[in-house]
């Protein structure tokens, strides 16, 4: 395949990824799930009204900027609301998720292509994120986790294009965008956990070569000629001070709380809060994650005309084909590793599979230990990573030798196609009917 139509290709995936999340971007004139909280804060910082915010502030940062900047546009009453404490338009609270969430497929894409150099399996997994739901709706609104998990793969791109590429600019650049990630959320700190750990194994590797073949660490074994100062200061001095410093506006909007006691005193909030249905109804476990068990209706309207009762609803959920697959991956992968990780036997897919594995568990384990209620979108960190692993599946289908494996890497696709365009009235909040809602939904759904 020539560069040209490789660059074409990709090109298309972020024109489509682009025009879903754009598509109607101010219906539903309100504040959708958690709007009601990451909106508003936001307007705080532009009227300078003091509040509590129990995450870090990069978000609020973020969309207060795009409310600014979308300030400048005129916008239908029929889009305008006073939700915020001020008069804005849907579509200036949400534009600038929207446009960081067309960027999710060509990112992941990206990691991809630096794992193995293959324009296939760049095209491939580029392809699977485009088509997923979670992503899409969750880039629609004005939240958090579209950031979170966008910071976070980019810093792990950037450390993959430092060891191919030895420019150290990247490394830093990688520790800003860990601090970064983690001033979204503090789970954000799962990116920088895997980062240390797939270090951790490749020095391992060096002090036990008797049960390890080094060939099979692939592109992670050059982190070995890295001096461990420089890693230190890029991937811990860097992250600390990029999070310290993206507190300074918060601080200075909240004058009464010290660096020290705003971080107390999110810790208390989040461990005064239960774990049931009786703090909310869409409450998760991180097991349940695995199979989408139980996804999260951000908006539900019903509306009764003449012809019959119509449905608007958006779920936060994934494409569920895709969803099942990534997971089945995750434990094909799983046992494979560690089969073939500790045989004198080189195998040219080792480094991708750890690569993989590594930041899959890394994001989702400390989940393991958390008290309080969870979501299912707390696991969109791991589940992009499990898409590296269907993608690479799907890839060895299709460039097999054997038919049989090619028409099933086909027929992954298919479904995995037909799921999207099945679900996406649900990602977008398209019209149905009453049938076509209950069709679309398991029981433990809604």
Not at 162 to 188: D, E, M, R, V
Request: hydrophobic letters at 50%.
């Amino acid at each position: 395949m020539s560069m040209f139509r490789f660059f074409l290709i990709i090109s298309t995936f972020f024109f489509v990824s682009l025009a879903l999340r754009f598509w109607n971007l101010g219906q539903f004139n309100t504040l959708v799930f958690d709007e009601v909280y990451y909106a508003k804060f936001a307007n705080n910082y532009l009227t300078q009204t003091p509040f509590f915010n129990s995450h870090p502030p990069l978000t609020e940062y973020l969309i207060a900027i795009g409310i600014w900047m979308g300030s400048w546009f005129p916008a239908s009453p029929d889009i305008t609301n006073n939700l915020t404490g001020s008069w804005h338009s849907t579509v200036s609270y949400r534009w600038l998720n929207a446009l960081t969430g067309s960027f999710f497929p060509i990112i992941l894409g990206a990691i991809a292509y630096q794992l193995t150099h293959r324009y296939s399996y760049t095209i491939i997994v580029t392809f699977l994120a485009t088509l997923e739901g979670l992503f899409l709706v969750e880039s629609r609104y004005a939240l958090n986790n579209i950031y979170l998990v966008n910071f976070g793969l980019l810093s792990h791109l950037l450390f993959l294009l430092f060891i191919n590429q030895k420019k150290y600019l990247c490394l830093t650049l990688s520790g800003i965008f860990l601090g970064a990630a983690s001033a979204i959320k503090w789970n954000g700190l799962g990116f920088l956990l895997g980062i240390y750990l797939i270090i951790f194994i490749v020095y391992l590797s060096q002090k036990l070569k008797h049960l390890f073949d080094s060939r099979n660490l692939g592109i992670v074994e050059n982190i070995n000629c890295l001096k461990p100062s420089l890693l230190l200061f890029n991937l811990l001095v860097i992250p600390m001070f990029t999070y310290s410093i993206l507190w300074l506006p918060y601080l200075l909007l909240n004058p009464e709380y010290s660096w020290w006691e705003i971080h107390q005193k999110i810790w208390s909030f989040h461990q005064s809060i239960g774990d049931s249905s009786d703090v909310h109804p869409y409450c998760s476990k991180w097991y349940s994650w695995l199979i989408m068990a139980r996804p999260i209706a951000y908006f539900y309207e019903k509306i009764n005309t003449p012809s019959g009762t119509i449905i608007y609803d958006v779920h936060a959920m994934g494409n569920p084909i895709l969803w099942w697959l990534a997971t089945g991956s995750i434990l094909i992968f799983s046992i494979f590793m560690i089969v073939t990780l500790f045989k004198q036997k080189y195998n040219p897919y080792l480094s991708v599979i750890l690569f993989i594995i590594i930041n899959y568990f890394a994001n989702l384990l400390p989940w393991t230990l958390v008290s309080r209620c969870t979501f299912l979108y707390h696991y969109m960190p791991s589940y992009s990573f499990s898409l590296l692993g269907i993608g690479l599946i799907i890839e060895q289908c299709l460039i097999s030798g054997l038919i049989i494996n090619r028409r099933l890497g086909i027929i992954l696709l298919l479904l995995i196609s037909f799921a999207f365009i099945y679900w996406l009235p649900i990602y977008l909040g398209l019209p149905l009917s009453l049938r076509g809602f209950d069709l679309r939904m398991l029981p433990n759904w809604i």
